[in-house]
Structure formats: C-alpha cells, structure tokens
C-alpha cells in the first residue's frame, strides 16, 4: 500500500532520448510535485498540478513537460535528454498544496543517468 | 528567489554527543519543515513550524523556529547512530493560489559513529 510511487527506480539512457517517468498517488491528495536532487543533494521544486491544472512552472527548460492524465498521476516526460540532466527526480503530492498545514509526501525517487 | 542555508554541511561525531544544525534565510516564510532523507529514499517530514519562536520536541529532536519566521534550529541530544542521514530543511510560503512547492536547504549530512 505504497503512497507515492515511482516507475522506473533507476533509469540509464543515451543522450538525445526521450523518456518518460511516472508518478502514482493513493492518497487522494489533490496536489502532486516533481523536484529534482543533483548530485549535491540540493533538492529544488520543478513543477507542481493541483486538479489537473499546472499551478508552478519554475525556470526548468522546456524539454520538460509534466502530463497529469488524472489527479493520481503526475508523469514527468523528457525530450532531447542531455548529461545535464542526470539526477534523481522526486515525485511528491499533498493534499491541499499548502505546506504550512500540508504534509508532502515523496515517493522513493528515480535515478536518471544519461550516457 | 528565496534561498535557505544550512550549516553545517558535513557533520561527523560520536554516539552520545549533542548537536545542532541551522537553516537561515533573508526572507520570511508560512512555515519551515525539516525532512530526513535515508540513501536510496525520498524525504520524510519530521516536523513543520508554523509560529515565529515555536518550538516543537519529538523524542531527543528540538525544533525551533526563530521569532522573524527566518531562520531554524534542530538540535539533537545525546545522538544514536540511527540519527545517521541527511537533514534538510524546507521553506514554504502560502501564496495563496494553493499548490506551492517547497524551497530547500542544501542539507546536513550527519553522521553518528559508535
């Protein structure tokens, strides 16, 4: 009965591809985000949908769009991969979207390595 | 842009000792939250202040949120080598229009060694 669930847990690829990673939520939470951790550690918000709706779009290159089939699913897809964009990718939901009564919840993270 | 730092970055002492980590800001947030991440996981929440000076315990975990809603403290007492992980700090401001992201702090890696 995970929360946040990821697919896949690790993925390897060439530079240039287009991939997808997927992000289900059990919660009924109406808020779900992707961040991105380097390889610092530094965590940093991407993009986040409430009700289907793109609510943040933080200065992430347009190669990156979030596609939200349903309020339980926030899939990150990827065009024209570059070795810039390795990291590990988070998905996150919420159930209002406002973290000051909010708990986000993350899911266990994606690994992207471009070759 | 808010920014969060966090200090120390790297943290390395002995099982039982005390310690404190700090996330400091120039701007004011709703609310501050620390998260604790273990390898190969996502991060999960310990704790969210709300109030300038709060302070919320959980076991040997001091919280505290300063009084100008800028800056943070966790102080562990007599630390176990369960403590080992990363913390990271995470401001957040309610702008209103629902559904803000969180801002991170670099984090501190601790290490407890017994």
């Known amino acids: 009965d995970t929360a946040v669930s990821q697919t896949p847990k690790y993925l390897v690829t060439q530079m240039g591809n287009d991939k997808s990673i997927k992000c289900e939520q059990n919660?009924?939470?109406?808020?779900m985000y992707w961040y991105k951790q380097d390889s610092k550690k530094f965590l940093k918000i991407m993009f986040s949908?409430?009700?289907?709706?793109?609510?943040i779009n933080e200065t992430v290159p347009n190669r990156f769009s979030p596609k939200s089939p349903d309020k339980a699913h926030l899939n990150l897809h990827i065009n024209s991969l570059e070795l810039g964009d390795s990291a590990v990718y988070f998905c996150a939901s919420s159930f209002l979207g406002l973290p000051s009564t909010d708990t986000q919840y993350f899911g266990p993270g994606t690994r992207l390595t471009v070759l | 842009t808010q920014l969060l730092e966090q200090s120390p970055q790297f943290l390395s002492i002995q099982e039982g000792e005390n310690l404190t980590v700090y996330c400091n800001s120039s701007s004011v947030f709703s609310s501050l939250q620390w998260y604790r991440q273990e390898p190969g996981e996502g991060p999960v929440l310990l704790v969210t202040?709300?109030?300038?000076?709060e302070v919320k315990k959980l076991k040997r975990l001091t919280f505290q949120f300063g009084d100008a809603r800028k800056d943070s403290s966790l102080h562990i007492t007599a630390a176990q080598p369960g403590d080992t992980g990363l913390y990271l700090c995470?401001?957040?401001?309610?702008?209103?229009?629902?559904?803000?992201?969180?801002?991170f702090g670099k984090g501190t890696h601790l290490i407890i060694q017994p």
């Open positions: 949908y409430n009700n289907k709706e793109l609510i």
């Open positions: 919660l009924g939470h109406d808020t």
């Open positions: 202040v709300v109030t300038g000076g």
């Open positions: 995470a401001g957040a401001w309610d702008s209103g229009g629902g559904a803000d992201g969180l801002t």
